[in-house]
């Protein structure tokens, strides 16, 4: 089963602007992130994440993490928002299409939120590690509280991941390790 689902396609897209209703600014530039993906089982069906459940830059060596797996969360959530889970079928290929913004906002640990947002620019990326997490059996969750349901999501399933050399607007090529 672990090696049943690999990673191994990587687009990024130019920027372009996106009129998105819940942007804080309209018009914010993002970028198109299309993971493909390949069941190898002749037999089985899998269900992958694919919605990005955590984004992180490193700008020192340039490297974007999209993670369309749960991450394990060392705070409590008040709230979770469910994933998007899509079948592959047997021996099928697909793309995950995400979008991520070029100026992602994030705050610091340590800083009010009152102090503000830090805006990293991931524009000038050259790696994208990509990780998705699938299983065999759709997610389902049976707890009850926010904490329940992200502990089971973080459980459930495998995780795939791969990185690439990347520059926005070209198709990735394999890291060379």
């Known amino acids: 089963m672990p090696d049943d689902i690999r990673i191994e396609q990587l687009t990024l897209s130019k920027p372009r602007l996106i009129p998105f209703p819940f942007a804080e600014k309209r018009g914010e ?19 992958l994440m694919s919605s990005v459940r955590a984004l992180k830059y490193d700008s020192e060596t340039r490297t974007l993490v999209v993670s369309c797996s749960e991450p394990i969360r060392d705070l ?52 994208v590690t990509c990780r998705v997490q699938y299983s065999d059996v759709p997610f389902h969750p049976t707890g009850r509280s926010s904490d329940d349901v992200t502990k089971e999501l973080a459980e ?17 090529r394999e890291q060379d390790d």
């Open 29 to 47: 530039e993002w970028i198109e992130v299309a993971i493909g993906v390949k069941n190898y089982s002749a037999s089985r069906t899998y269900y």
């Open 76 to 127: 409590p959530m008040p709230h979770i928002t469910l994933p998007d889970v899509v079948p592959l079928l047997p021996e099928a290929a697909t793309a995950i299409r995400v979008d991520v913004p070029v100026r992602i906002k994030a705050l610091t640990v340590g800083k009010r939120p009152s102090a503000g947002l830090d805006i990293i620019e991931v524009s000038d990326v050259e790696r």
């Open 156 to 172: 459930w399933g495998e995780r795939a991941e791969k990185t690439f050399r990347a520059k926005v607007g070209e198709e990735g």
